[in-house]
């Protein structure tokens, strides 16, 4: 795999320039690996195990073939049996190979699988269980541990995401063990989700939770916020430097104090409607960018989701299985009430994400390149892929430039993958640039510094993983 | 015409791999050829009546820049007079030939003259006379009769598409000819959008027909869905293997029997509004899949055309003459209910088309490549061109993977271009393909392997034409 | 520059096309240059006062990078202070230089220093100082001065844009000088918007200003009609070939004469709301449509920008300062009043812009490839770039051909970046063009003719500047 254009002058062009990024620590300042994972430093299990069963990228895919996922060995809610055994989700996934072919997954495996194990053999039917053996030989090696993998994918940091009320003892085990805290390798984001979105099940339980953590009375909203205020201080001291808010939308709605309180009683009282339970959310995004404005968390903005668009996935398998599907997504009316009170201030960074193309020239790049808080995030998630990242140079770099861009974001749940991603980014960028310097819109040298910044030293500076305020 | 990329890499790779698929046969599983045509098996009348009147992406071209389809001798349904002299028609397209530079009308006329008919002059106001006569003299020889042709275009297969309320005796006349009938070379398809919109002029005509034809008391909704499960089983018979239905949006809606019951009892007491008609036909979708699930009957979905758009022209020349125009599409939250009730079921197949392409990456991709019963149709009408097929893959491989996609359909009333129009789609896939194979993101066995299954295998497959349940 | 494919095939083709359009004197029917500027043809300020202060490409992206306008010396509207002095203006953008790499304010700005002013040094902060001394060294002499330029630059036709209430005496003097009047080389368009759109502050208060101008009562709705006729008679005379419409949306609205009067009534009573403002906008499109089929202006169409979004902006610096963003834009229903009262018109000319990419292939190509009065505007704005003009041509082509389109606008207030920007669209078309002559969609003698006929011949055609009614 070279991702680089096969036309020969710009092949050689981003070959070169690549060069200049491919070495480059790996800053992942969004993700989703277990922090236990490097707290516990642990053997990974089998094969399956690593890269069928948590990944739903895979597993959506092969349920898409008619594979069910309870055949795959992904965890049901319902009590419904899985499959347990690794050797027979493996042949499963090898016999059907040939359903990735062109996505970013069959990518990501054959790059783990040759750099990170040294298996080169292509998966299929026959060489299922040589493979199989191969990969779970290497998997009880020391060097095959988590911290050592970390360590050998030159990862400089690695964020991870946990909602307020998550104790982060884990992250305490990482610190005491010289591995997290304040600039430490591996740190916190603060996700508030699950405590601002009354429509979230369990909602007021988990607001009482925060409530018993931090001693603030959680009846009142000004006690609601002085809790969750006290949840980023913590988050801070374990080394968070971002927050994370995926919502439905990215509306935002900047009301009074005693409108705010009146909509979160109602939600308490469970007397809240979607429309109540929508203004706030949206309100709560301008209370945390004030909120940043204090404690200089980068905030990111997630929208354009909806979760658990397959009922009948998520009542056996529960959330985060591959259920969710993009939907359209408006920025423009939608950020205008947070722009209004704090788009122009250049204290607060916002990273904004979509998984709707169309916004990029339209909306995206036009707000970034106009608004000094806002910075766009990575392609995320279904465009997390070479043709996704190419489009998002494409559309994006005229109107926003390069240095309104935040750099790469993994966004994974699976660990191994994390430098395949980031070296995927890499390539694509070097193609992008190496294109403008063939076109003769860049110089070469002005080409090689810019890969350096966009992987980098731009995502290190703009989620404040520079140690800068 | 060789649509194959210019760069040297990848247009060896692209001819490669086109080599794989030149010569398969065709699958046409869906069009809107006239059967009359190979039941009859008459010559073609001249020239002018084979490529200009009856092809309204010709037609509307013209009458983009001014000339009136009266003068082109579309036919008017207000008795308002057209021309009828083939030669002058002929030389109205030709002098204004530059017209269609970049067109994919143009690519096909032009295949279909020198590969059909060995025409390799350029039209022009200059050859128009001599290229009209040379057409003339093929269209007289016995080896230009539409069935021998479809021999000769190594046709395999090729679906019409008709009414529920077709007597289909012009498919009976192919059958006993040994053309037609199940696992035959011409079959025909279910489309009963003109028995599902209460807002279509004749509507409740419609229906009595029906209920006459299927000795069904159409009176009640079970009447009503009883005559069409009739009607299915006598399309089945006569070889149909899916089913098509054309909605002004993609909304399905999963109502109660009763609830259904009302709606139709208004419609045909004429009471239903537009929201009542909306609901009907988006209740019927749900319908027509659970028929599906007892007959097996492939379902096509083609939203998202707003119909007789031009309304001068509709007056004028009425339906499908090119006053047509696609408009933006949801189909998130629109195919939900249908989604929710049979989308995990594997023996359900539903194959997607659009007119918008945004929905590709952020909609369609995500959810054929999540549900079992999902796949993606061909870039349809407007975008069944060189730069709409590439667009296609660009957008739908790295979420859907070539599995959930449905191969090509031609869709086209214009006999002759088939062969062109499929030779297009090969080549389009080829040089995408080539791009993967020379940026090192798949093999040259396993493309070869795939653009087979692209233009011959998968479609074949998907549609039910290899004889599978 | 080049801007041509870097592949060699495409880039010989390329650079054999670009060669037909290159000294082709340049058609610019629609832009906001001041003709002031040319009426009084005085030296340029300082380069700051010509390449930053007035240009909000620029001192956006500089904003959103934390540099406030002010310190660019943006004028205030609140009495606020900004920055004077030229040179720390230029040191400012100069050491930010990075800011732009990718971007087509780059690639304009660089162009004009080399091809203008004879600088090829590179911008930065070390070149600061050197390349404004050098340029402003330029600018003292006469061959700098904006009419040399204008004839160096071989414009044919420069069009400005004023409002009906403007007066017109700055084009008299451009006509007593014999450089404009009918069929001059600066002419004006007619631009009503301010008069139009009851929402724009102090729109009362201009009307009035048209009922003395033209000496009509614009207290009746006959009589504002009247008096917008015949400042259309005036601006005619002036040499306008074109009317320019910036809408909210593309809705029109085609509404009886007393429904119309009504509508306005409210307005001038001070009693529209918002629905009432935007339906007098939408129904004074066909009322200028209607204008058009008399006096045979051009219609342009702008619509989808949300103006003062940026509202600190706004307050501080006024309108068209880069704090507008482009929003979702709906055509297909929204023109159809339009369209169903005069579309199929071959008399009438509209020239449809977007700011919003997804309706090119889904709505704009459609639309232009069927109606006779419509044609597609160039990529404008924030589209108004290397890789926005090739996508245009991707996206529109194939549905509506080159002959459906207008030929390029530079709609630009830079005088200077004129021929750059006419120079990127010529060669980006030949890219385009070079990759359909490359792959065999079209013969290179067609591609020829065609090159020109988008560089020159069609917008001097399309724009009416040809003489031709």
Same mark, same amino acid.
């Given at each position: ?16 320039l ?8 790996? !800053?992942?300042p ?13 053997s ?8 069928v ?14 594979i ?6 992904v965890?049901?809610?319902?009590g ?50 040589? !493979? ?43 610190? #005491? ?9 591996? !740190? ?29 009375d ?14 980023? %201080? ?5 080394? #968070? ?10 509306v ?25 339970? %929508? ?32 009922? #009948? ?11 969710? !599907? ?72 005229e ?37 403008l ?12 510094e ?20």
């Amino acid at each position: 795999m070279t991702l680089f254009p096969a036309e020969a002058t710009q092949r050689e062009i981003a070959r070169e320039l690549y060069a200049h990024a491919r070495d480059l620590p790996l !800053i992942s300042p969004h993700g989703h690996v277990d922090p236990a994972l490097l707290a516990n430093d642990e053997s990974f299990p089998d094969p399956a195990r690593l890269f069928v069963v948590p990944d739903h990228y895979v597993t959506r895919m092969l349920a898409s073939q008619g594979i069910p996922p309870a055949r795959l060995g992904v965890p049901s809610v319902d009590g419904s049996e899985v499959e347990t055994d690794g050797r027979a989700i493996w042949r499963l996934l090898a016999s059907n190979w040939h359903l990735f072919r062109g996505t970013p997954s069959r990518l990501w495996t054959e790059k783990v699988f040759a750099e990170v194990f040294g298996v080169e053999k292509r998966l299929s039917a026959e060489t299922a269980d040589e !493979i199989y053996d191969e990969l779970s030989a290497r998997l009880a090696e020391p060097a095959y541990r988590p911290r050592a993998l970390f360590t050998r994918f030159n990862i400089e940091v690695l964020a991870t995401t946990e909602s307020p009320i998550d104790d982060l003892s884990v992250h305490a085990k990482l610190a #005491a063990d010289g591995w997290g805290g304040p600039g430490g390798r591996v !740190i916190t984001t603060f996700r508030p989700d699950n405590l601002v979105d009354m429509e979230w099940a369990g909602w007021a339980g988990r607001v009482a939770t925060l409530g018993e953590l931090t001693g603030r009375d959680v009846g009142t909203y000004p006690g609601f916020l002085a809790a969750l205020r006290a949840r980023r %201080e913590v988050f801070v001291a374990a080394g #968070a430097t971002s927050s994370d808010h995926g919502h439905p939308t990215a509306v935002t709605l900047n009301l009074s104090d005693a409108d705010a309180a009146v909509l979160y009683r109602k939600g308490l009282g469970g007397a809240a409607d979607a429309k109540d339970a %929508e203004a706030f959310r949206a309100h709560m995004l301008v209370e945390f960018a004030r909120m940043s404005l204090d404690d200089g968390l980068v905030m990111q903005l997630h929208p354009g989701s909806v979760r658990n668009h397959n009922r #009948a996935l998520h009542a056996r398998h529960g959330r985060d299985v591959g259920g969710d !599907i993009p939907s359209a997504t408006e920025y423009v009316q939608a950020l205008r009430p947070l722009l209004d009170a704090h788009g122009d201030d250049p204290r607060l960074r916002i990273v904004l994400y979509t998984l709707d193309e169309t916004a990029f020239t339209r909306e995206l790049a036009p707000l970034a390149g106009g608004y000094p808080a806002l910075y766009l995030g990575a392609p995320w998630w279904f465009l997390d892929s070479p043709e996704g990242l190419r489009r998002f140079r494409e559309t994006v770099t005229e109107s926003a430039g390069f240095y309104n861009t935040a750099g790469f974001v993994d966004d994974t749940r699976a660990f191994c993958s994390i430098p395949a991603r980031h070296d995927v980014a890499r390539r694509v960028d070097a193609g992008f640039l190496a294109r403008l310097v063939a076109e003769g819109r860049l110089p070469l040298d002005e080409a090689a510094e810019t890969i350096a910044d966009l992987a980098y030293h731009l995502p290190k500076k703009v989620f404040r993983l520079d140690g800068s305020a």
